[in-house]
């Protein structure tokens, strides 16, 4: 059961069946149905059906329901709600082709299946047909702040980016042209 004094960071609904999945600063994440009222709960281990840090910021269900959740300073962990087996994607100083920053606050998902994961440092791209992850941080940008905290995808395609202090960005995904607005 899940202590009445932990602090609720997320919230999100399976669209396959009634789940909740519940994600907590320092209590992992809670599995709840509610027509059972029954509660399976995720721990922070070294096992493979574990993650890899106990404070949960953004959870997501991505559209072949498996379920993404972002860490405060591991990165991001990915439920296969079918095995129970959880991915771990963090940061590799020596791969740019790597996770963006391991404090996750936010994650989209757009029309073509790609996982957008707003960071504390920037953006990380996940296309799961090419199994890549794009990079959109300092080094590659030239937004005021990289600390983003919301995206959500227009009709035409553009990503519309929400930083803490920089506005918002837009990124066209065709072009990958940045335009900044305070």
Partial sequence: K???NWVISCI????????????MFVYCIDRYYPKTNII??????????????????AILE?????????TNG??????????????KYVVDPNNPGALVGNYVRCFYEDHSGNIWTGTTTGVSVFDPAAKTITRF??????????????????????MVIGSQGGGRIKLDQGTKKLTRYT
Avoid at 12 to 23: F, V, W
């Fill in 62 to 70: 991505d559209s072949k329901g498996n379920i993404w959740m972002g």
């Fill in 137 to 158: 941080d300092p080094n590659n940008t030239k937004w005021e702040s990289d600390v983003i905290f919301s995206m959500y995808e227009d009709q035409k395609g553009t």
């Fill in 2 to 4: 899940t202590p009445s």
């Fill in 74 to 87: 591991w990165g991001v962990n990915v439920l296969d709600p079918n095995t129970g087996i959880i991915k």
């Fill in 40 to 57: 399976k709960h995720y721990t922070k281990g070294n096992a493979p059906t574990q993650l890899n840090n106990e404070a949960v910021y």
């Fill in 12 to 23: 999100a609904q399976r669209k396959k069946t009634e789940y909740l999945y519940i994600g």
